[in-house]
């Protein structure tokens, strides 16, 4: 190269960094903006052909705004004590008073006593679209509730749930983030023993982490995509952690090429040429499972369908891009103390890989056996996993004050008091609507809503020929006692001629989305399986391995489930999941772990090329293993950090991912996958070149050592 040209060839990767740095310090601030247009409104999140759904929007003729209840609910100071009519009307008094208060919209309902004599109840409706100034009408509602003499007050319904709710997320920015930095810089710090790379990944995945939040805030902003808490976190951690991965493979890549090139910018090219493609193919097979959720009925899905899509695309992207300018900039510093030098390229004869390979190699049979027995076994206990919802009562996994009111309120009144089922009907039906409902097993009550706002007293409420009618149920709303009762309401009112009744409401909302998820499961599985296998069959030019790989990944999905419904019920208490945990465990599980395989089976591949396929297996596992573990154990890491959120959820996410992790890093990957395609041979690679005997006489030129 001429004198002249090397300055220039200078000129990319510090423009790269400029440009890298310019991007970070624009759109750093989106990272704590993005909960500016997100939402917690569970509400907006229903399956969009749900009959709850299309309750929702019929229920809005019936009040000039959209509401949500808060439930006020008074026991004595004694425990166990009797509540009567001083406290009863010092409460409805309390109740009157808060008309026309601070958020407080339509009637206010009177304090009513429960059958027990112990317990008062009374709603109170609120604008739905309140937002940050929900706490403070709920502190209005307890100020007023606490005037009320020798009683205890407390505020249940979805009005405090979707307050504890907001309350669960706040700061979700700040510490998750942290916390999540924070693991990684210490695994990356304690695995390469190396003061500057570590921080060169971490200014890469948070710059990436910055564009991925930037876009989506623009598209959240104009309503093209909705973002939520949840979908918030799981960016944050999805995109640390994939760009960690990504780097982790350059990077280890880079410094291999260092022990053989002593020009830099030659040992990037070497680097880059090997290590894009099983990126890109890795990237591709995350973000379009991401996107096959888009299939999906239920909003929350398909919102994080490109929300997380554009996470992978900023990811690999810097990782691409950023992180190869700094490396070349850098050179042999960025690996400082321990610098790479001329000559130092692994042989893969030496540590505990080698020995791995060589258990592999003498073995494989036994190995692959012993392993699936295991895997299996696990994945024995899957079908004990309940996803049929997490009760009210579980939601948060510390003590929430909606939680407690709420189990109060079971306590005295029908379980489904102040959070009816609603049913919209045809108004010259509603008579013999209200009176199938009533001949429900499962409902207490039924009665048509009126003009003047109180169940059963004056003319019912009339809008464009409907009428709307509240069925209190006797279990708790969120129970699967109470789904069933919606199920035979909505089979009894159906059956009424003429009257073209739906059933929504809280219960039926949760039921219908328990429904919907179990059919997206059933679609959104096999597409996702089959695109991977598409990528794969790309990637690999080959049939039976990428069957193979789908096979042992999708195996270990199983298996994960099985341990997690244990450790669920056993350890952390939990009665069941939501009933979208098994999707998005298979999302992230299946395509993440798939990413391992991607790098293994790529070098294996190209090892393979120039030794066969017996020395390939070995010399692939051997010098991926390092690098392949270490990210498994980040992305381990920060998928964990999940749990600092304290809602069930996101636990139960951040459990499945982890431990899934580490087992397809651990055994999959490093045990089952080499083993199999050890004791098959070239067979393996069949219809590719590697299938045919091409190989064999590379093999006995270069026995393994």
Request: aromatic fraction near 6%; glycine fraction near 10%.
């Amino acid at each position: 190269m001429s004198t002249a040209s090397r300055p220039v060839r200078w000129l990319i990767p510090v423009f790269l960094v400029v440009v890298w740095l310019a991007v970070g310090g624009a759109f750093g601030s989106y990272a704590g903006k993005l909960g500016e247009v997100a939402t917690n409104d569970q509400a907006s999140f229903l399956p969009q052909s749900a009959e709850s759904t299309q309750v929702i929007d019929a229920q809005k003729a019936f009040s000039r705004q959209e509401t949500v209840p808060a439930i006020v609910v008074w026991t004595s100071d004694e425990d166990g004590g009797d509540l009567g009519s001083e406290q009863r009307e010092a409460a409805t008094s309390a109740l009157a008073g808060l008309k026309g208060a601070p958020g407080v919209t339509g009637e206010v309902s009177p304090a009513l006593p429960s059958k027990d004599g112990q317990a008062l109840e009374g709603v109170v409706q609120l604008r739905s679209d309140l937002g940050d100034e929900l706490p403070d009408a709920l502190a209005g509602i307890q100020k007023a509730a606490d005037r009320v003499p020798g009683t205890q007050a407390r505020i249940a319904g979805p009005a405090a749930s979707q307050a504890d709710l907001s309350d669960a997320f706040s700061g979700i920015d700040g510490l998750l983030l942290g916390v999540a930095l924070v693991a990684v810089l210490v695994i990356l710090l304690l695995v390469y023993r190396s003061v500057l790379l570590p921080l060169v990944i971490i200014i890469g995945a948070v710059f990436a982490l910055a564009v991925a939040c930037a876009v989506v805030y623009v598209l959240a902003d104009h309503d093209v995509v909705r973002v939520d808490g949840q979908v918030q976190g799981i960016l944050s951690i999805l995109v640390i952690g994939a760009a960690t991965d990504y780097a982790l493979l350059l990077t280890a890549r880079f410094r291999e090429e260092l022990g053989r090139h002593a020009d830099r910018w030659t040992a990037m090219r070497a680097a880059l040429r090997e290590s894009a493609g099983p990126i890109g193919a890795s990237a591709a097979t995350v973000a379009l499972g991401l996107l096959a959720l888009l299939i999906s009925d239920l909003t929350n899905n398909r919102a994080l369908g490109p929300v997380g899509a554009i996470g992978i695309v900023c990811s690999v992207l810097s990782a691409l891009t950023f992180l190869p300018a700094v490396l070349v900039l850098l050179g042999r510093t960025a690996y400082w103390p321990a610098k790479p030098k001329e000559g130092d390229a692994a042989s893969g004869s030496k540590g505990i890989w080698a020995k791995v390979a060589a258990l592999v190699d003498r073995a494989p049979r036994k190995v692959w056996a012993f392993t699936l027995i295991g895997l299996l076994a696990c994945a024995a206990f899957m079908p004990t996993l309940n996803s049929k919802g997490v009760p009210l009562e579980e939601i948060f996994v510390n003590d929430a004050p909606s939680v407690a009111a709420q189990q109060t309120l079971s306590k005295h009144f029908p379980g489904g008091s102040g959070n009816p089922a609603v049913v919209i009907a045809s108004a010259d039906r509603a008579e013999q609507v209200a009176d199938a409902a009533k001949g429900v097993d499962g409902v207490s009550s039924a009665s048509v809503v009126t003009e003047s706002g109180r169940p059963g007293q004056g003319t019912p409420l009339v809008v464009d020929g409907r009428v709307r009618v509240d069925a209190t149920l006797k279990s708790a709303a969120d129970s699967d006692a109470a789904k069933e009762t919606v199920a035979r309401l909505r089979a009894a009112v159906h059956a009424v001629p003429g009257a073209d009744a739906l059933v929504g409401g809280y219960t039926a909302q949760q039921y219908d989305t328990q429904k919907t998820a179990e059919h997206d499961r059933n679609i959104i599985v096999p597409v996702v399986l089959v695109i991977i296998l598409v990528i794969l069959i790309g990637l690999l030019r080959s049939l039976l391995m990428p069957l193979l790989l789908v096979a042992t990944v999708a195996l270990n999905f199983l298996a994960t489930l099985g341990i997690s419904s244990l450790v669920f019920q056993h350890v952390f208490g939990f009665s069941g999941t939501d009933s979208s945990v098994p999707l998005y465990g298979f999302v992230f599980l299946v395509a993440l772990g798939v990413d391992y395989n991607i790098f293994l089976m790529s070098r294996v591949r190209e090892e393979s090329l120039l030794h066969g396929p017996r020395e390939g297996v070995l010399r692939g596992l051997t010098t991926t293993g390092g690098v392949i573990t270490s990210a498994g154990v980040v992305l381990a890491a920060t998928f964990a950090a999940l749990s600092v959120i304290p809602l069930a959820f996101l636990v139960q996410i951040a459990f499945i991912v982890a431990f899934g992790v580490l087992l397809d890093t651990l055994v999959v990957r490093s045990l089952l996958v080499p083993a199999l395609v050890r004791d098959i041979g070239r067979v393996a690679w069949w219809p590719g070149a590697l299938s045919r005997d091409s190989g064999t006489s590379a093999e006995r030129r270069n026995p393994l050592p």
